[in-house]
């Protein structure tokens, strides 16, 4: 099993090939759309990459679930509800969801996306 340091260089580079950005950029905070610059096609790209570098299988909707925002009872005036909080803890259970909680805000689910949660995505696939 890799360690989180080696892991984290593969997503490293992974992301410098797929979005064109410099290895500084790439940090652990960095958030793939706001710091990166990654739109809704990079993430097939991103997708398609990591399974190729990792030898991994990632199902569709798992790493970037979709529709986290259709249901009415997961979301109130542009936030997310406790039940929203909840579903979503339970589709990105390796995302750090702790500052995101205080204010659940809907236009801010992008920066959950961050290196440091994909690193955690493929150490979980890694270690099934």
């Not at 410098?16 to 610059?37: C, F």
């Not at 986290?68 to 909080?85: F, M, N, R, Y």
């Not at 702790?98 to 236009?107: G, L, Q, T």
Request: proline share 5%; net charge negative.
């Amino acid at each position: 099993m890799p360690t989180y340091d080696e892991i984290f260089e593969k997503v490293q580079a992974t992301l410098v090939d797929a979005l064109g950005v410099d290895d500084e950029d790439v940090t652990q905070e960095a958030t793939l759309q706001g710091d990166l610059g990654a739109e809704s096609i990079d993430f097939l790209d991103i997708v398609f990459r990591l399974e190729r570098n990792f030898g991994i299988k990632i199902p569709r909707g798992e790493l970037f679930p979709e529709n986290l925002v259709a249901d009415p009872e997961w979301v109130s005036d542009g936030k997310l509800t406790g039940k929203g909080i909840s579903e979503l803890k339970s589709r990105l259970p390796y995302a750090d969801l702790s500052k995101f909680a205080a204010n659940p805000d809907v236009e801010k689910i992008g920066d959950l996306y961050t290196v440091d949660m994909l690193v955690h995505y493929v150490q979980s696939k890694l270690a099934a």
